[in-house]
């Protein structure tokens, strides 16, 4: 009997298609399994992304924020939008397995999440970068105040 039908029988008598034993009746597997397949998931997801990350430099190109949790794959050009639609993508996994099956980009870049988001707030400018001249920094207090001068009275 081919492995398939193995599954299909352990399915009708109401097993776990993994272990056999008893699961819910909507349910493919039982409890036990499904924490060993979400871990076995996850641990494989983490294993990508921490390869990915480490072909990319290993740390913040902007801050040098070494943290992996912190770590996130910043498209330089900020044009991953136009690659996710262009590859059907949403991002994620998909995305990380497809660059490492790839030679190294020179469009992308290692950059902590708050590096990160501050391009995308500052007009593709890190905040780190472009503040760095403290003549040039704006607070929340410049920018009201900028405010009440537009605002009639």
């Excluded at 943290?67 to 991953?80: C, R």
């Amino acid at each position: 009997m081919s492995k398939m039908g193995k599954y299909r029988e352990k399915v009708k008598a109401g097993a776990c298609w993994t272990c056999g034993g008893e699961r819910k009746k909507y349910d493919s597997y039982c409890n036990r399994c499904k924490v060993d397949k979400k871990t076995a998931k996850k641990r494989w997801q983490l294993s990508i992304m921490q390869d990915l990350i480490d072909m990319y430099g290993g740390k913040c190109a902007c801050c040098g924020e070494e943290t992996f949790q912190f770590l996130t794959i910043d498209h330089m050009n900020n044009d991953g939008a136009a690659e996710r639609r262009l590859y059907g993508e949403k991002g994620g996994y998909g995305f990380y397995s497809r660059l490492l099956r790839k030679p190294k980009r020179d469009d992308l870049q290692v950059l902590c999440f708050n590096c990160n988001c501050g391009r995308q707030r500052n007009g593709g400018v890190c905040p780190h970068q472009h503040l760095s001249n403290s003549s040039d920094a704006v607070t929340i207090r410049h920018i009201d105040a900028i405010i009440q001068e537009l605002l009639p009275c």
